[in-house]
């Protein structure tokens, strides 16, 4: 089966500031991806220019079987999309809303209402169906934007930051919510928030200024940065003759010293995969130096996202 | 052109649940209705809407017709909601289309209000029907093209105060300014000054005529207002 989203070499200038360079990424249908990436990445940028709302400087994009840029508007009948704000129209009410939102996607008179009962259902608006939108809470109107872009039943979902400025508990009914979607709709999500992502996609893409910096199932890149785990050791020992004898051991990448109350404090990465603790602990206990502390530290998604946004 | 009818109706009942649009209607009916009974109801005088449709009605309308205009897509910029109409399969054009119907539809509601002039000039006299048709086709043309103008303003800036103030500016020009510097020249810059003025193509129908060169005036003038605003809604999602 074909790609759900291929995106080849997207860059976008805002003037001369390069919001996105050269992405490039394909999502299978069916699934729940997780655009990842710090405030100011271009996730909102990439989101736009998938929805068919602003042309790329260069590069392609197809969504659903439809060129972005050249048959925009057919691609936009089989996508849902919620922005940032969840802009909507403050004097309406939110059946009014969605009947107008379902007549604009082009959803048959006779199918709308079946339709407005359905996302209604989904989405919980029960309560305040028949209110007007200006008076509704942050979280209803993010379920109302949500209903809204699940009203012509598309088959691809763009959100863009779903779950910002809710509460927790709203955030955990929404996550619930986006991951039912997945069974009948490809989803994508962007989030600046990395559990986010690891609790509700099948598959993250990792940007970071504008480029992809990762992508992969969130086990699976976890595993791959966890690899790079690195050993803490914390001993007494002439500060030179340490550093020597630690990076003579094979597999060794790097070593690190620093002086701490007292005690030396060294941070060794290995080389690969390879498991150091071993062939450290014999070293020490050959030169017979005094070891308080010895342990590794398993890098996690967390802080291979963290360094990201540190910048490397 | 999907979609533009579904715009349409949403701009126009959004009038009627918004206190701009009676605000509109308020001043529009306060205004004619002075001018009206100060002018017609006095025995002798003739049985015409002459007095709604003289030479003032393009400068009221000058006044409102921004204020009807403003909002329509400054506020969809403003409030990020153009994001969620333009991801819709819906094109440029339709949605200025639907816009602009919208406008022009409300605009007809408040014409229609002054139909019931009509009722004293049929009780009391016999009006002359060619000058009432002349006169509401004037009207409605010379709406379209203000609303066109509006809308043009609208779609340039997410700024209602800076539409209405820009639509105004251009308005007067066009309605007023240009009569006014054309009384004032000779030769072909008069006649230029002359032929681009609301004020002197209205003339005609001020007088009960129809012209077809006035018709095109106003319907190309819209169309090319229209046009733009197009344009610059296409632009402005290329920044
Ligand atoms: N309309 C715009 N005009 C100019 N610069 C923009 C515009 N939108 C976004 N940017 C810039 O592009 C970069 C990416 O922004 P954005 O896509 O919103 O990031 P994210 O959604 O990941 O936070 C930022 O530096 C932002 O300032
Ligand atoms: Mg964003």
Known sequence: MAAMIEVQNLTKYYGSLRAISELSFSIAGGQVVGFLGPNGAGKSTTLRILCGYQPASSGSARVAGFDVFNQSRQMRAHIGYLPESTPLYPEMRVREYLRFRARLKGVSGAQISRRIEQVNGQCWLAEFINRPIGQLSKGMRQRVGLADALINDPQVLFLDEPTIGLDPTQIRETRHLIGSLGEKHTVVLSSHILSEVEATCNEVIIIARGHKVAQGRPRELGAQVAGQSSLIVEVQAPAAALQAAVAALDGVRQVQVHENDGWLRVRVEPQGGNDLRQPLSRLIQQKGWPLRELRREVASLEDYFVKIVAGQ | ?239
């Not at chain 2, 009221?60 to 400054?74: A, C, E, G, H, K």
């Not at chain 2, 602009?100 to 009722?119: E, S």
């Open chain 2, 1 to 239: 052109m999907g979609g533009a009818w579904t715009i349409t109706r949403k701009e126009l009942l959004g009038y009627f649940c918004s206190p701009i649009g009676y605000v509109v209607l308020v001043i529009f009916l306060g205004l004619n209705g002075y001018l009206f009974g100060m002018t017609n109801l006095e025995p002798g005088m003739e049985a015409s809407l002459r007095p709604l449709f003289g030479r003032f009605m393009p400068l009221v309308l000058l006044f409102i017709m921004p204020m009807l205009t403003m909002r329509l897509l400054s506020e969809e910029f403003r409030s990020g909601t153009i994001e969620t109409l333009m991801t819709a399969p819906i094109n440029d054009a339709a949605v200025i289309a639907g816009k602009f119907l919208g406008a022009l539809l409300y605009y007809m509601v408040l014409l229609a209000t002054t139909l019931f002039y009509l009722i004293p000039l049929v009780r009391h006299g016999t009006p002359d029907w060619g000058g009432v048709v002349a006169g509401y086709l004037g009207l409605v043309l010379v709406g379209a093209l203000y609303i066109a103008a509006g809308l043009l303003f609208s779609a340039c800036t997410s700024n209602q105060i800076i539409a209405v103030i820009c639509s105004f500016v251009f308005l007067a020009l066009l309605a007023v300014i240009t009569d006014w510097i054309a009384m004032n020249v000779e030769g072909t810059p008069r006649f230029l000054l002359q032929y681009i003025s609301v004020g002197y193509q209205y003339g005609d129908f001020v007088r009960g005529a129809i012209s077809l060169s006035s018709v095109a005036y106003f319907l190309t003038g819209t169309f090319f207002l229209l046009f733009v605003s197009v344009k610059v809604l296409e632009s402005r999602r290329w920044r």
